[in-house]
T-cell receptor
Framework: EAQVTQNPRYLITVTGKKLTVTCSQN?????MSWYRQDPGLGLRQIYY???????DKGDVPEGYKVSRKEKRNFPLILESPSPNQTSLYFC????????????FGNGTRLTVT | AQTVTQSQPEMSVQEAETVTLSCTYD???????LFWYKQPPSRQMILVIR??????QNATENRFSVNFQKAAKSFSLKISDSQLGDAAMYFC?????????????FGPGTRLSVLP
């Protein structure tokens, strides 16, 4: 089944404790991205990647890191989480430069205390 | 940079009735793609419908249709014969073709309630 697998689904952590949210897709998509969803703000792009070893900042990259060492994986890293990073996070992938829509993972609800 | 506006934070519709969700966007590009996504309480993001800007014909998917007005930069979603399962958050999204199309921009969303 074609899908974007994102883990964990829920995560509660404390300020400053490094964490990684994993994302993997099996559709051979070149494009992958991370979004955070906050009430009244919709989805805002954190980072995106057009292909292996190619990543770029989105609209809200501060406090986040990503890597794209393999085409299928695009983990999101929070080196020192803070309470303002409490949010719902989505990983998504797509074919590049077509009418292809974004395919989303099931989301990760992160709470930083 | 492109922006997407959804001016209705919340809307409600009676079951079996028709409702229209509005979306406007700001862009200087001539070619782009537009999408509507549905997010039910399960929080999964589900594609509802897509529209290519160069196509004048409005897209339709079963009970869902759009009214695409390119000159007005408007992309509204019409849901006919509303069902209880249509209750969800709806997001309008714009996909730019600049820089190989990596730029997806989302609106703030409209929460739709369906009343039995």
């Amino acid at each position: 089944e074609a899908q974007v697998t994102q883990n964990p689904r829920y995560l509660i952590t404390v300020t400053g404790k490094k964490l990684t949210v994993t994302c993997s897709q099996n559709m051979n998509h070149e494009y992958m991205s991370w979004y955070r969803q906050d009430p009244g703000l919709g989805l805002r792009q954190i980072y995106y990647s057009m292909n292996v070893e190619v990543t770029d900042k989105g609209d809200v990259p501060e406090g986040y890191k990503v890597s794209r060492k393999e085409k299928r994986n695009f983990p999101l890293i929070l080196e020192s989480p803070s309470p303002n990073q409490t949010s719902l996070y989505f990983c998504a992938s797509s074919l590049r430069r077509t009418v292809s829509p974004l395919h989303f993972g099931n989301g990760t609800r992160l709470t930083v205390t | 940079a492109q922006t997407v506006t959804q001016s209705q934070p919340e809307m409600s519709v009676q079951e079996a009735e028709t409702v229209t969700l509005s979306c406007t966007y700001d862009t200087s590009e001539s070619d782009y793609y537009l999408f509507w996504y549905k997010q039910p309480p399960s929080r999964q993001m589900i594609l509802v419908i897509r529209q290519e800007a160069y196509k004048q014909q409005n897209a339709t998917e079963n009970r869902f249709s759009v009214n695409f007005q390119k000159a007005a930069k408007s992309f509204s979603l019409k849901i006919s014969d509303s069902q209880l399962g249509d209750a969800a958050m709806y997001f309008c999204a714009y996909r730019s073709l600049d820089n190989y199309g990596q730029n997806f921009v989302f609106g703030p969303g409209t929460r739709l309630s369906v009343l039995p």
